[in-house]
């Protein structure tokens, strides 16, 4: 039997980087969100006549802070720490150089493997789906998950309420 | 972000999220997930492989559409190499030197400097 690589599952982050982190000298793990229980909300309009919201967490590129890449190190100097929109016609310069993402096997040379909002565009254009918002929405990666809870999410929903959103796609980058 | 998807969900919004950190929003516990096995920051294709990207969204889509019940996971047919071994660099203690965690510590306490001086800015 020609069975792959025990290696060849998906990366065990939440270990990887709980060991990482107490082997670096930090006694207290990050202690990462967990619920028993999980909302589900049915799709009520055909996506071919839904809005679609996109929610990112990559971050406009801000001209003075910093190298943000292609290829840039870790920058928290790019971060940003409240809910942001755009327009969702064109295309946006956003980044990640503020995230840990893996810079050892990607460089982030191409937005749209971050960002599908080219593909999402063609999307309507297909018909795929109704319609996009008018703006989409950034999220800010933020380690604290009460500001997550309290302020950004009550945020994104709001801003997703007023441009009339059916259906929301979220990309972490 | 898998929080931002539950509150959205909670209040009738249905959800997908594309990403490449499976354990982390399962554990979290999100209605719809679409998991590429792929490098951190590829959650939406290969870079310059728009047929890869148009895949994915499609994916995503199709997810949004026919999941049928919260915790739906379906993992993209794509893989970003033949060879699986870079899977192991990632935060990998063992295939570090204790020069290299030395620095690793140095970077994280002058990021967390900064980042702490930029959120209390905001």
Redesign the interface.
Known sequence: MDFAPEHDVPIPYLQRTRDYYLRLGYDNPYQWAHFAEVPFAPLRVPLARARVALISTAAPFQPGAGDQGPGAPYNAAAKFYRVYSESSEGTPDVRISHVGYDRVHTEARDPHSWFPLAQLQRAVKMGRIGALTPRFYGAPTNRSQRVTLQTDAPELLRRCREDGADVAVLVPS | ???????????????????C?????E?????RFL?S????????????D?ES??L???L??RV??S?P???TTVQSPLR?KDD??????????DRMTPEQ?AE??R??DE??A??RG??EQ?
């Not at chain 2, 998807?5 to 909670?10: F, G, S, W, Y």
């Not at chain 2, 554990?27 to 209605?31: E, R």
């Open positions: 972000m898998s929080l931002v998807a539950r509150h959205l969900e909670a209040d009738g919004i249905p959800t997908v999220i594309m990403g950190a499976k354990d982390i929003v554990y979290c516990g999100v209605p998991f096995d792929f490098p951190l920051g590829n959650s939406a294709g290969r870079p310059f728009v990207q148009a994915t969204l499609e995503a889509l949004l559409e999941a019940a919260a915790r970003w699986a071994s870079w899977k192991l660099d990632f935060s990998n203690l965690l690793r510590r970077e994280f990021i967390k900064v980042a930029k959120r905001s």
